[in-house]
């Protein structure tokens, strides 16, 4: 699989970003970090994508970034 990140447009306009990464999550908590880092990189390209509009960051993500 790639980790390449998707726009996703909803009636017309950006609505979101995705990735089709399979990312394993183990008991210990082993995997967690690599997600993260994936929303983090997201959440970036969702904010480039939006051409740095503000007030549209989802606030999980924000904490995050």
Do not use: C, W
């Amino acid at each position: 699989m790639t980790d390449e990140i998707i726009p996703v447009y909803k009636d017309g306009k950006l609505f979101s970003v995705k990735s089709n990464k399979t990312i394993p999550i183990y008991k210990n908590g082993a995997g967690i970090h690599e997600v993260l880092d994936q929303l983090h990189r997201q959440a970036i390209e969702l904010e480039k994508l939006q051409g740095g509009e503000t007030g549209k960051r989802i606030p999980l993500l924000a904490v995050i970034n």
